[in-house]
């Protein structure tokens, strides 16, 4: 090896030792995101309605509201997680999320036909929360539900759209 | 592939040729800081388009952001660090360059154009490093970049419409953190980057100038281009080595408009903020503006300067700058108030971002305070109970003091005058109790069983006594101390009296049974006005009284 080229091809790995000692700390920093969740809390069951004010079978939509919740460096108090449908059955009460399963669309009761109805792409859904008609690739979306002292308590949860099965997001 | 690329682009002949590039009398270490300054500005652009990432400038989501960056984001405190020092090193090697170029007469025709282009490349670094050190929106920003815009305000003609424009108004808030971070992470790259680029085409121009007429000339690789990235190889390692020694920059306490903080700006601003000092009242506009524009314009001038007179111009400047620099030092070192001032800034950083990890309150900066557990029960005795109570300094006397409620101190005091202002004299219905009689070692030994009941360390014996003598005194007429029997005349059952439990059920419902049944008077403190966590946490601030240190 001349001279040259060995001055050269310690030019490159000089700078590449620079490149490397700055991109291994840069490359772990930015994903950090992709390792640790940044957005937690609310996920226990929370008091959203006392079940003598849900009417029996007719579906009622109620917002989920967590008394605290953490999103990256910001504690919050009373925030807004997302909607459900309570469904009274007797003394038994279904939670489905007002997430459309398809595509992420907020899913609205329609009265006339008895059904759930996407807005976006017409998927409708029985009041069990079933698919009947449509693009949805799985049922709405239940939620946990807990019955304690005649009061409604639901543990909210986002899961994966566009996917037959129901993941955790 | 680099084939096919190299065919439509002509990179490897572009980089061939710069190789090429002859340096006048051979390699030398002293062409070296050119290199480096780019080097660590790439590394300041690399570094601050990943703190982009997690940073938010807003007044309530700076502080928490950069805190957020700092402890929980994985190396944050690295990436910041090499940031911050990254600003430091740009200033070194500035002055390294500046000095190099004035030696080697780098400045003087046909390069006077560069030399220019490289005093608005100075300016513009200065300006990078006094945007970016508001942006955390600690205090030490906040009242180092006030001091900053107060003097630019000074400006003649313009001064107050430009502090006006830069700061996004007349008072700091979120205009000012946006206009901040848009200067520095848009407009100064950007204008800086523009500049660079004519720099380095201008020096390619005219070459590197040699410090003496030389022959022989080397092409730029390898040899130049080795000793260029051993250089910045250098420089990376002591950023890293300063980082990893300090664990990365510090990020102080929240700005805090009402705190008095004794503001010092980075080291680079040190010799300004001295030389301010010699120039009070209506001078100091002269020192803050004027004496910087001195020296600007002596440097514009210098391409008609003699080497030898631009050189003692350039050590002048930085001799003077390293002087004011340890007058600055040496003055602190001797403001005993600077140094006690700089311990509660330092305490106060670190308890918060030990409470940052709770998580800020969206009212953001010092809120995260409220996540103090002592400030926040603080705050509920002042919210709930100082209307009434005194507890260390704070609240009105119209019910008993509870600044050391039932020590032993405060028990001997109050069983001879239970009826004082401090205790009971105010109320309207709690008067029935009289002063006791025993006095000296009976009463000492009456005091022992009445703070025995909340226990605690208690000498066994003079209990047994004050039993006895609470008893032979007919304390127990009103009193009960079962636990069980309601008092006479609203007369509280003592028994756990200065437990936990005891305060805590005082303060939910002062009119239960065992304590002043229907002669009481404070209000009822129920889970609708106070929390457990809170009850809980108010009876520990008041029991802590009982033993005080």
């Known amino acids: ?169 | 592939m680099l084939k096919w690329l190299d065919e439509r682009t002509g990179w490897s002949s572009a980089l061939v040729r710069l190789g090429q590039t002859p340096v006048p009398g051979g390699a030398r270490w002293s062409y070296v800081f050119g290199s480096a300054l780019a080097l660590t500005f790439l590394v300041q652009a690399v570094t601050g388009l990943l703190l982009a990432n997690f940073y938010a400038p807003s007044s309530t989501t700076a502080w928490a952001s950069v805190a957020y960056l700092q402890r929980e984001v994985t190396l944050g405190w690295l990436i910041r660090g090499l940031h911050s020092s990254g600003a430091s090193m740009m200033v070194v090697l500035v002055a390294l360059h500046l000095l190099q170029v004035v030696v080697w007469g780098a400045y003087r025709a046909p390069r006077e154009v560069n030399w220019w282009l490289g005093l608005v490349l100075m300016a513009l670094v200065f300006a990078f490093a006094l945007t970016g050190y508001l942006l955390p929106w600690d205090q030490k920003g906040f009242w180092a970049t006030q001091v900053a815009t107060s003097l630019l305000g000074e400006t003649p003609l313009v001064g107050d419409w430009l502090r006006r424009v830069i700061q996004g108004g007349g008072d700091y808030g979120n205009l000012t953190l946006t206009h901040f971070y848009a200067l520095h992470t848009i407009l100064l790259p950007g204008t800086l980057t523009v500049f660079v680029v004519v720099h380095v085409r201008l020096m390619r121009r005219h070459g590197v100038t040699p410090l003496r007429a030389s022959g022989d000339s080397q092409p730029f690789w390898p040899h130049q281009a080795l000793r260029d990235v051993t250089a910045m190889a250098i420089v990376v390692a002591i950023m890293f080595f300063s980082v990893l020694r300090t664990h990365g920059a510090p990020l102080e306490a929240p700005a805090d408009p009402s705190s008095a903080y004794d503001a010092r700006p980075e080291w680079y601003f040190v010799p300004l903020f001295q030389l301010l000092k010699y120039f009070p009242g209506r001078l100091e506009s002269i020192g803050a503006l004027g004496v910087p524009s001195l020296i600007g314009a002596v440097l514009f001038a210098l391409p008609r300067f003699s080497r030898r007179a631009a050189a003692a111009v350039v050590l002048t400047i930085l001799g003077g700058a390293a002087g004011l620099s340890l007058l600055a030092h040496r003055d602190d070192a001797r403001n005993e108030g600077y140094r006690r001032g700089r311990a509660r800034a330092d305490a106060d950083a670190k308890r918060a971002l030990e409470l940052a990890a709770l998580g800020v309150p969206p009212a953001g900066g010092t809120a995260v305070f409220d996540n103090d557990p002592e400030r926040r029960v603080r705050q509920s005795f002042e919210t709930r109970c100082a209307g009434c109570h005194v507890l260390d300094g704070v609240g009105e006397e119209r019910a008993p003091l509870l600044t050391g409620w039932s020590s032993r101190a405060w028990l001997t005091d109050f069983l001879k005058q239970p009826d004082a202002a401090k205790y009971f004299g105010k109320t309207k219905k709690l008067h029935g109790m009289k002063p006791v009689k025993p006095v000296g070692d009976e009463l000492n030994a009456l005091v022992e069983w009445i703070f025995a009941q909340g226990g605690g360390d208690v000498d066994a014996a003079l209990v047994a006594r004050g039993e006895t003598i609470w008893t032979r005194e007919s304390c127990d007429d009103c009193h009960s101390a079962d636990g069980k029997s309601e008092g006479v005349s609203g007369a509280p059952n003592l028994a756990g009296r200065g437990t936990l439990a005891w305060i805590e059920g005082l303060i939910r419902d002062g009119g239960g049974p065992l304590y002043f049944s229907d002669h009481n008077e404070m209000p009822r403190f129920g889970a609708d006005k106070l929390s457990d966590e809170d009850v809980a946490a108010l009876a520990r601030l008041i029991a802590a009284g009982r033993t005080p240190k």
Do not use: N
Not at chain 1, 56 to 74: F, L, M, N
Not at chain 1, 118 to 134: A, I, N, V
């Open chain 1, 1 to 169: 090896m001349t001279r040259r080229r060995l001055l050269g091809a310690l030019v490159g790995a000089v700078a590449t030792a620079i490149g490397v000692a700055l991109a291994v700390p840069a490359m772990a920093f930015l994903s950090y995101p992709a390792r640790r969740r940044t957005v937690y809390g609310g996920g226990e069951p929370i008091d959203v309605a006392s079940l003598a004010s849900l009417p029996d079978g007719k579906p009622v939509r109620i917002v989920v509201t967590a008394p605290e919740r953490r999103d990256a460096w910001t504690r919050f108090t009373h925030v807004t997680l997302g909607g459900c449908w309570l469904v009274r059955d007797g003394g038994d009460v279904r939670a489905l999320s007002t997430v459309c399963p398809h595509a992420g669309c907020a899913v609205d009761w329609d009265a006339p036909t008895g059904a759930f109805v996407c807005p976006c792409h017409d998927s409708r859904f029985s009041t069990t929360g079933e698919r009947l008609s449509g693009p949805s690739p799985r049922p709405m979306d239940a939620l946990a539900v807990e019955l304690h002292g005649g009061r409604v308590r639901v543990a909210w949860q986002r899961f994966k759209t566009a996917s037959v099965k129901k993941e955790p997001v």
